[in-house]
């Protein structure tokens, strides 16, 4: 698969990678916020991991680029790192019409982590997103099983969560698609959604092809 060095067109700021940890209870103020992301996401073992000490996160189109593979290289050691890249994204496309999406590994064509933010069409996506909320709406952190794509599951969580820490309380996320809807139940909070094994990114966006899969 290709390996992606530098899709890059602007680097994301420092403000909106410090922004989700700026409630922390460790941390008080931009500069310690900077420093707490930095020391949770120090290098590992794994080459894949190696560089997000120093990483940041990249716009190119409607994305936004990252380091390390993808979802299976997400862990407790360097969850916040990818906790600020999707609170980044969210400042890209946060409006009730608007989607946030990780592809798990065998559903993505680019080996390089990134995170999908558009608006998304048609009634597929506008039919799913009802279902969520009609499953999860007033039932904060609450994950909510039933009728999901991919045998998936959704849980709100009220104004807008660590996504990634979240996620990662029910277990390995390697073959999960992460979906968030950021902005849901009224502008209350996000919606985070998985399905398991597949990706619906196309069907959300309105633009999925039959013949091509």
């Avoid at 290098?43 to 000490?53: F, H, I, K, M, V």
């Avoid at 390089?112 to 499953?135: C, P």
Wanted: charged share 25%.
């Amino acid at each position: 698969m290709l390996k992606l060095a530098a899709f890059c067109i602007a680097l994301v700021s420092a403000d909106e990678l410090a922004a989700p940890m700026l409630d922390d209870d460790e941390c008080a103020g931009e500069q310690c916020a900077l420093n707490a992301l930095q020391l949770r996401t120090a290098p590992d073992s794994d080459e894949s991991n190696a560089t997000l000490g120093s990483c940041g996160w990249w716009l190119g189109g409607d994305k936004l680029w990252g380091c390390g593979d993808g979802l299976e290289v997400v862990t407790e050691d360097n969850k916040k790192y990818y906790d600020a890249g999707m609170y980044a994204a969210k400042k890209r496309c946060g409006g009730p019409e608007c989607c946030l999406i990780v592809n798990p590994m065998h559903h993505r064509t680019v080996e390089q982590f990134h995170i999908h933010f558009f608006r998304y069409q048609g009634s597929y996506a506008e039919n799913l997103k009802a279902r969520v909320e009609k499953m999860t709406c007033g039932k904060d952190g609450e994950w909510q099983h039933g009728h999901l794509p991919c045998h998936g599951k959704a849980a709100f969580f009220s104004g807008y969560p660590y996504v990634f820490t979240e996620v990662m309380k029910q277990g390995d996320i390697s073959h999960q698609s992460i979906i968030v809807w950021p902005s849901s139940c009224g502008g209350k909070g996000a919606i985070i959604e998985l399905a398991g094994h597949c990706s619906i990114e196309h069907q959300i966006r309105g633009d999925f092809d039959a013949s091509k899969r």
